[in-house]
T-cell receptor, first 114, second 115 residues
């Protein structure tokens, strides 16, 4: 059983469209992170959300942390081909705040076609 | 160096052989993590070092896997008697501290293929 469930797992859209990726859990997380990974590279941190209900924006990307801190979403406005990649949500599981080890969702593969 | 480096970038081995994967973290980072990523999946935690000691090895799948960090910097992940199911990308990450919100910087990974 995945502690963090991401949906959808795969998304193929045209340039200019909007999209939302979801990350859900039955557990409360003290924080959640979103990463982007390109082929042959390691994940790169995009944002960390800490407070329930928090909204953070990074250019055309908007990240939201659920009020109950069990879920998060990533919304991309006017997607561009350069947004193509694997998007991962991750968090430190309950009881592991001393270590900082991360558990990841399965990832969402985004393909933006020109 | 500027970032986390991992060597080799690719490793092909035969079933039953022994392999070592190396990670050079960012200078000054005390925390080091190993993850394993299968195709189309998110990374899976293997082991965490704080300094020289393995503070959490709960993710190691079995006793064929072992990791060391003898001087608190470079780490080596060792896999004995490799199996085809060990094929994956092995990622290393480091962070300055171990707090949950500290940024983990990932290396490019080592792609291990067991034939």
């Amino acid at each position: 059983t995945q502690l963090l469930e991401q949906s959808p797992q795969f998304l193929s859209i045209q340039e200019g469209e909007n999209l939302t990726v979801y990350c859900n859990s039955s557990s409360v997380f003290s924080s959640l992170q979103w990463y982007r990974q390109e082929p042959g590279e390691g994940p790169v941190l995009l944002v960390t959300v800490v407070t329930g209900g928090e909204v953070k924006k990074l250019k055309r990307l908007t990240f939201q942390f659920g009020d109950a801190r069990k879920d998060s979403s990533l919304h991309i406005t006017a997607a561009q081909p350069g947004d193509t990649g694997l998007y991962l949500c991750a968090g430190v599981p309950p009881g592991s705040s001393n270590t900082g080890k991360l558990i990841f969702g399965q990832g969402t593969t985004l393909q933006v076609k020109p | 160096g500027a970032g986390v480096s991992q060597t080799p970038s690719n490793k092909v081995t035969e079933k039953g052989k022994y392999v070592e994967l190396r990670c050079d973290p960012i200078s000054g980072h005390t925390a080091l993590y190993w993850y394993r990523q299968s195709l189309g999946q998110g990374p899976e935690f293997l082991i965490y070092f704080q300094g020289t000691g393995a503070a959490d090895d709960s993710g190691l799948p079995n006793d064929r896997f072992f990791a060391v960090r003898p001087e608190g910097s470079v780490s080596t992940l060792k896999i004995q008697r490799t199996e085809r199911g060990d094929s994956a990308v092995y990622l290393c990450a480091s962070s300055r501290y171990r707090r949950g919100t500290d940024t983990q910087y990932f290396g490019p990974g080592t792609r291990l293929t067991v034939l």
